[in-house]
């Protein structure tokens, strides 16, 4: 029996061939799977010799969708809930310059504004109101009611005329001046006293209550605020007392005194009794 030498021959088995690993969703794990997470793939190589080469690991980002942001709609002023200063509104559409350097503007809320020349500023807001800004400050404003107020920057004056004709005069100091359409005059200064001038007469009120009257020819009336009078002419000046006494002192200094109880008594220039008639 001749041994030989023995020789080892592997036999061939099959390796056990792994079933391709299917994709679990998350829904079948039981747990929720970030879709920013990575997925990790393995690249598997089989040789003919049976042995398996496993590669390296890449790693592929899934696709995921941006969340698109949508378009934002225009919100309206009423909609944020804040006011809108109308004056903001205003847009120019119109300009019109004329040769003679006028220039003249209209905007969208019917405003007109045109400019002269020399700096004047006229604007006319809503066919209503027109204000007149002049070059030296004054302002001239025209009001729906026709009423015509000029402002004087250099007198610092308020002149407001009324369509009836009656046109008032503002002074700083409070003093005003009213001119009445048939030439009648009224003035009130800052204490309360009041002067009324009409066809050459004269009519002033004290605050004390006492009324000084002045006609054409110059005589005076006084009306004294303890009921007594006092007439001033050019031969006399007369005081008339509440009990009915009347003194009266003339021009040659001569005075004369009657009284209630009818008793007259005369004194001369000296302040001589020349008579005593009782």
Do not use: W
């Amino acid at each position: 029996v001749q041994t030989g030498e023995l020789t080892h021959s592997s036999p061939s088995v099959a390796e056990p061939q792994t079933p391709p690993r299917k994709p679990v969703s998350s829904g079948e794990i039981g747990h929720h799977v970030d879709p920013k997470m990575k997925k990790e793939e393995i690249r598997e190589n089989r040789q003919p010799d049976g042995k398996v080469q496993t590669g390296e690991l890449t790693h592929s980002s899934p696709s995921v969708a941006e969340p698109q942001t949508p378009p934002r709609k225009p919100v309206s002023s009423g909609e944020t809930g804040h006011h809108v200063d109308p004056k903001m509104k205003k847009e120019e559409i119109r300009e019109n310059r004329q040769p003679d350097g006028k220039e003249e503007q209209k905007l969208s809320d019917d405003c007109q504004i045109i400019t002269f020349p020399n700096g004047t500023e006229e604007t006319r807001a809503d066919k209503k109101t027109t204000v007149i800004r002049f070059f030296n400050g004054d302002v001239k404003k025209i009001k729906p009611d026709q009423r015509v107020v000029h402002y004087s920057a250099t007198a610092r004056t308020t002149h407001t005329t009324y369509p009836s004709g009656l046109v008032v005069v503002q002074f700083p100091n409070k003093q005003t001046e009213k001119f009445h359409p048939d030439g009648s005059k009224e003035i009130v200064f800052p204490d309360g006293t009041v002067k009324r001038l009409q066809g050459g007469r004269e009519e002033t009120l004290f605050p004390d209550g006492t009324t000084v009257r002045v006609n054409r020819n110059g005589d005076k009336t006084i009306l004294l605020s303890n009921g007594q009078k006092e007439i001033h002419t050019a031969q006399f000046k007369r005081r008339e007392y509440p009990d009915g006494t009347v003194k009266t002192v003339y021009c040659s200094g001569c005075q004369e005194t009657k009284y209630a109880s009818g008793r007259v008594r005369i004194r001369d220039g000296m302040g001589n009794v020349i008579l005593d008639k009782k």
